[in-house]
């Protein structure tokens, strides 16, 4: 017998990337008196808590929290905005009955506001749409309302869908109030409209147990952790349980611990019935999609469908001359633990060993979702190298499909010529153009994924650094023609030893230098950008010879340009088919694949052959 749970609500927060989310849950937390926070500790955005998500400013994994309101437990998702982390969303939005979408008043709905709300429309659920960040200049709501409108339209809403809500907020300032022209006097009229407009969840307590495992965690000493909301029955602390596992087999489990969310942390109980969101731990073999039952009532719920990935890069044990001195975990068998481990939680993940010691091809939905990974991994103490991103082709009857992206750049006017002629040269096709004000255009593209690795910094350059862009998947589309997107090649050292400023003065009219000096180097790095096409061989460990007239001091009288410093993400998307990015706890470096200078040119030789012998 179906029933509601109506003490319950759950609900998810989706946005775009930086329309605030986060803060308003902040917000929603002091309110409820559930804002415990140390003093050590960040006191906003209380949910990123991961380190990189604090200084990225973005939200990178899905998280659970939980107030109570007026005799009313309402459970609240914090998802990620990014399309990344796309995989995250996709799964949480299964647990929830209701979403409130946050958008930007000055800015809008943007291109992840659409991916994330797309999902959510998918699944049925009902929309709350708060227009945040009422406290900023130029904001423009009633303009927002109806771009918010006519983006439900053009995504199918129902009309029971059409039928939302409407709240002004600032999560900044906590208030939410249902007047556009009125300042609230706190985020209750947001919660009020969770209790009246969210559906209570559905709850069969009398029927045999059923839950569907939609997040994963992993606990040091009891293992596997499976996060999901029950559907049906109950589960009490010690019970067994039969995992159906969405490729047809079967384990059993024992669920030795239960814990539900209550602010900013989790509460052990002795259990828990249908319509609570709930933390369980114990499950060995667990998996997303997995479906918790009674032994005696083996039913599986329909399977979730996960965005596949669209990118990969190949990581690998890093073996230059210097591996072993800056990292704690440097073997392959570190390497192979970290990843599977990783694999088991990051749904949007997939690992797969290639031939040789210590490779692997690791699969991620973005160049986002899998730098952040190799920097978690980096900030743990391993040392790696990882090759270029590479786009994932699929083939459909007889044609070769790329993913493309949704790409929307916000510009200055007096930059649009640049930025023409950057995007034209991408493969890129204009889908609209809007004017902004009288000074600001807005473009949106249908772009490859391959065309925007290393875009991001010739567009900031292009605008001189005011341009903002956006970009999220859209779909698979007919391969297209692009040119090689590097235009430059690279110096490379020619022999170990450590820089000297006589031989970097030397070679900075050759080109861009990546290092200072007094350095360390090894033959078959990276040492700077050519100026021209090829890739140069040089010495920057060229010492001065000393003579009656010269001293070695004379040295210091050099004055270089300061070098180019790169980000992670910047080195990865910098780097050509035939090069790595060597990464420890301490250092970046770029390499060749083939360190020594014969065996590379021999290489190449050998590449030039077969390519004209497939020609032929």
Request: glycine content about 8%.
């Given at each position: 017998?179906?029933?509601?749970?109506?003490?319950v609500?759950?609900?998810?927060?989706i946005?775009?990337?930086?329309?605030?989310?986060?803060?308003?849950?902040?917000?929603?937390?002091?309110?409820?008196?559930?804002f415990?926070?140390?003093?050590?500790?960040?006191q906003?955005?209380?949910l990123?808590?991961?380190?990189?998500?604090?200084?990225r400013?973005?939200?990178?994994?899905?998280?659970?929290?939980?107030?109570?309101?007026?005799?009313?437990?309402?459970?609240?998702?914090?998802?990620?905005?990014?399309?990344?982390?796309?995989?995250?969303?996709?799964?949480?939005?299964?647990?929830?009955?209701?979403?409130?979408?946050?958008?930007?008043?000055?800015?809008?709905?943007m291109?992840?506001?659409?991916?994330?709300?797309?999902?959510?429309?998918?699944?049925?659920l009902?929309?709350?749409?708060?227009?945040?960040?009422?406290?900023?200049?130029?904001?423009?709501?009633?303009?927002?309302?109806?771009?918010?409108?006519?983006l439900?339209?053009?995504?199918?809403?129902?009309?029971?869908?059409?039928?939302?809500?409407?709240?002004?907020?600032?999560?900044?300032?906590?208030?939410?109030?249902?007047?556009?022209?009125?300042k609230?006097?706190?985020?209750?009229?947001?919660?009020?409209?969770?209790v009246?407009?969210?559906?209570a969840?559905?709850?069969?307590p009398?029927?045999?147990?059923?839950?569907?495992?939609?997040?994963?965690?992993?606990?040091?000493?009891?293992?596997?952790?499976?996060?999901?909301?029950?559907?049906?029955?109950?589960?009490?602390?010690?019970?067994?349980?039969?995992?159906?596992?969405?490729?047809?087999?079967?384990?059993?489990?024992?669920?030795?611990?239960?814990?539900?969310f209550?602010?900013?942390?989790?509460?052990?109980?002795e259990?828990?019935?249908?319509?609570?969101?709930?933390?369980?731990?114990?499950?060995?073999?667990?998996?997303?999609?997995?479906?918790?039952?009674?032994?005696?009532?083996?039913?599986?719920?329909?399977?979730?469908?996960?965005?596949?990935?669209?990118?990969?890069m190949?990581?690998?044990?890093?073996?230059?001359?210097?591996?072993?001195?800056?990292g704690?975990f440097?073997?392959?068998?570190?390497?192979?633990?970290?990843?599977?481990?990783e694999?088991?939680?990051?749904?949007g993940?997939?690992?797969?060993?290639?031939?040789?010691?210590?490779?692997?091809?690791?699969?991620?939905?973005?160049?986002?979702?899998?730098?952040?990974?190799?920097?978690?991994?980096?900030?743990?103490?391993?040392?790696?190298?990882?090759?270029?991103?590479?786009?994932?082709?699929?083939?459909?009857?007889?044609?070769?499909?790329?993913?493309m992206?949704?790409?929307?750049?916000?510009?200055?006017?007096?930059?649009?010529?640049?930025?023409?002629?950057?995007?034209?040269?991408r493969?890129?096709?204009?889908?609209?153009?809007?004017?902004?004000?009288?000074d600001?255009?807005?473009?949106?593209?249908?772009?490859?994924?391959?065309?925007?690795?290393?875009?991001?910094n010739?567009?900031?350059?292009?605008?001189?650094?005011?341009?903002?862009?956006?970009?999220?998947?859209?779909?698979?589309?007919?391969?297209?023609?692009?040119?090689?997107?590097?235009?430059?090649?690279?110096?490379?050292?020619?022999?170990?030893?450590?820089?000297?400023?006589?031989?970097?003065?030397?070679?900075?009219n050759?080109?861009?230098?990546?290092?200072?000096?007094?350095?360390k180097v090894?033959?078959?790095?990276?040492?700077?950008?050519?100026s021209?096409?090829?890739?140069l061989?040089?010495?920057?460990?060229?010492?001065?010879?000393?003579?009656?007239?010269?001293?070695?001091?004379?040295?210091?009288?050099?004055?270089l340009t300061?070098?180019?410093?790169?980000?992670?993400?910047?080195?990865?998307?910098?780097?050509?088919?035939?090069?790595?990015?060597?990464?420890?706890?301490?250092?970046?470096?770029?390499?060749?694949?083939?360190?020594?200078h014969?065996?590379?040119?021999?290489?190449?030789?050998a590449?030039?052959?077969?390519?004209e012998?497939?020609?032929?």
């Open positions: 017998m179906k029933n509601v749970r109506s003490d609500r759950n609900v998810a927060i946005a775009h990337v930086d329309h605030g989310k986060t803060t308003v849950v902040d917000a929603l937390l002091k309110l409820a008196g559930q415990n926070v140390k003093e050590d500790q960040a906003e955005t209380v990123d808590s991961n380190p990189l998500e604090r200084e400013g973005i939200t990178i994994l899905a998280k659970c929290t939980s107030v109570k309101y007026k005799d009313h437990t309402i459970n609240i998702v914090d998802t990620p905005g990014h399309a990344d982390f796309g995989s995250e969303v996709e799964r949480v939005l299964r647990m929830v009955d209701g979403a409130i979408l946050m958008v930007d008043a000055v800015e809008g709905p291109p992840q506001t659409r991916f994330v709300l797309r999902k959510a429309l998918a699944l049925g009902r929309p709350i749409v708060v227009i945040n960040k009422m406290d900023r200049e130029h904001i423009r709501p009633s303009e927002v309302v109806d771009e918010v409108f006519n439900f339209m053009e995504l199918g809403a129902t009309d029971e869908q059409l039928d939302f809500p409407i709240l002004y907020a600032s999560g900044r300032e906590g208030w939410a109030s249902l007047v556009m022209e009125e609230g006097q706190d985020i209750a009229p947001l919660f009020d409209t969770i009246s407009h969210v559906p969840p559905v709850a069969m009398d029927e045999p147990l059923q839950m569907q495992v939609t997040m994963l965690d992993y606990n040091n000493f009891l293992g596997h952790v499976g996060i999901g909301r029950i559907l049906a029955g109950k589960i009490t602390r010690g019970q067994n349980v039969l995992l159906l596992h969405q490729n047809g087999t079967q384990t059993t489990a024992k669920a030795a611990k239960i814990e539900m209550e602010g900013l942390g989790k509460r052990e109980v259990s828990a019935q249908a319509g609570d969101i709930v933390s369980i731990a114990g499950l060995e073999g667990v998996d997303v999609g997995d479906t918790m039952c009674q032994p005696e009532c083996p039913k599986a719920l329909p399977p979730l469908a996960i965005d596949e990935p669209t990118m990969s190949d990581f690998m044990v890093n073996d230059s001359p210097f591996s072993g001195q800056e704690k440097v073997t392959s068998r570190h390497l192979k633990n970290r990843l599977e481990k694999a088991q939680t990051n749904v993940l997939k690992v797969e060993a290639l031939e040789g010691e210590g490779k692997f091809k690791v699969y991620g939905r973005g160049e986002l979702h899998l730098t952040v990974l190799i920097e978690s991994m980096r900030r743990e103490g391993f040392e790696l190298a990882v090759s270029s991103p590479e786009v994932i082709y699929k083939e459909e009857n007889g044609q070769i499909l790329e993913p992206e949704y790409l929307v750049l916000d510009i200055k006017s007096e930059h649009q010529g640049a930025v023409f002629t950057l995007v034209g040269t493969a890129a096709r204009l889908e609209n153009m809007v004017a902004e004000g009288q600001r255009l807005r473009l949106e593209y249908l772009i490859p994924s391959r065309a925007l690795i290393g875009f991001k010739e567009f900031l350059t292009g605008t001189r650094g005011t341009g903002i862009m956006h970009h999220s998947f859209h779909g698979f589309y007919p391969k297209a023609n692009l040119p090689p997107l590097r235009h430059n090649g690279v110096l490379v050292a020619k022999e170990d030893g450590v820089t000297t400023a006589y031989a970097l003065f030397a070679l900075e050759g080109g861009e230098l990546f290092l200072n000096p007094g350095e090894y033959a078959g790095q990276i040492v700077g950008e050519n021209r096409d090829n890739d061989v040089v010495n920057p460990c060229k010492a001065k010879h000393l003579s009656n007239m010269r001293s070695s001091s004379s040295d210091e009288s050099y004055t300061p070098p180019r410093q790169m980000s992670l993400e910047q080195a990865v998307e910098y780097i050509a088919p035939d090069e790595l990015v060597e990464i420890t706890p301490t250092s970046l470096r770029l390499r060749k694949k083939i360190l020594v014969h065996l590379r040119k021999r290489a190449a030789i590449e030039e052959k077969a390519m012998a497939e020609m032929a």
